[in-house]
């Protein structure tokens, strides 16, 4: 872990750092250190050598004049995609060397790997946020007002989009009683802070639209939304659909890592405005996993 990291000049904890930050615009610098398990020191001293050399920016939090909110600058944008570029060049040579079979094995230690390490973050970091099923009141407006909230500074969406998210959820509520349709929520202290829906009927017999997933900012970076995908694909795959797709848009890089990672790949890719602004639209699919043979 000694010198430079990932085709970069930075440590190894710059490197994290950009990454978190890219995965949660606004994060606070305590949070950051707390994720990084930095002092408050090393935090400041590395967070300053990143802001002068234009990769982040800091805006002094509107609620708590002694906190500062942490973006990524164009320049930090473009740095975080060629730090992810270099990872994925690394880890694609490395699984070619593998033989037939050996591929499977290790996306399946990963993937425990990676659930292992959510679980040890949302017990040490986020504590009292339980997963939900079923409809809450007032779940439309809250998750509408998360969608808004992130999307209005991530990507400049309006009043179009929160028109497009509300009246859709809305809809969609009313169709719950279909055994086939499912909506989760993230709790804590009686709040909703996060969701993620399963359609099952919009899409055609055997499809299964992954919908209106969503974390509040004040909780990303805790493994919420893993917990939220596991238990959506936990019903998709218990219910048979055969397929789960979903739609995104190109830029939100964090995201895109979580789907790769529960065996989404990105299929279609076109230019369109159905949230309001003109962004590079992607559909991703995951397939049901094959079933496992029992042991003799």
Avoid at 92 to 113: F, I, K, N, Q, W
Avoid at 172 to 189: G, K, Q, T, V
Avoid at 233 to 260: C, I, K, P
Avoid at 262 to 267: A, L
């Amino acid at each position: 872990m000694g010198g430079t990291f990932a085709s970069t000049e930075l440590p190894p904890s710059a490197v994290h750092a950009l990454i978190e930050i890219d995965a949660c615009p606004g994060i606070t610098a305590r949070r950051l250190g707390d994720v990084l398990r930095l002092e408050k020191s090393s935090i400041s001293r590395m967070l300053q050598k990143l802001v002068q050399s234009g990769d982040v920016l800091e805006q002094v939090d509107m609620d708590d004049s002694r906190s500062k909110r942490l973006t990524l600058s164009a320049a930090g944008r473009q740095r975080v995609a060629t730090i992810h570029t270099f990872a994925t060049k690394q880890v694609s040579e490395a699984l070619e060397r593998l033989d037939p079979g050996e591929g499977r094995v290790v996306a399946t230690g990963l993937r425990l790997y990676a659930d292992a390490l959510a679980s040890r973050v949302d017990h040490s970091v986020r504590p009292g946020i339980r997963i939900v099923c079923g409809y809450r009141q007032g779940i439309v407006a809250r998750i509408t007002q998360m969608h808004v909230s992130y999307y209005a500074r991530t990507a400049n969406f309006g009043q179009r989009f929160e028109s497009v998210v509300a009246a859709g959820l809305a809809a969609f509520c009313d169709r719950l009683e279909n055994p086939r349709n499912a909506i989760w929520s993230a709790i804590r202290e009686g709040n909703i802070v996060g969701s993620i829906a399963i359609d099952g009927e919009d899409m055609g017999e055997g499809i299964a639209h992954l919908r209106w997933f969503i974390i509040d900012d004040g909780v990303r970076g805790g493994g919420v939304g893993r917990r939220l995908l596991s238990e959506a694909l936990a019903f998709v795959d218990a219910q048979g659909f055969t397929e789960t797709h979903l739609w995104t848009f190109s830029g939100l890089s964090a995201a895109r890592h979580l789907y790769e990672a529960h065996g989404f790949t990105c299929i279609e890719e076109h230019l369109g405005s159905q949230w309001g602004g003109e962004v590079l639209e992607q559909r991703f699919v995951r397939l049901r996993p094959p079933a496992t043979n029992p042991g003799p």
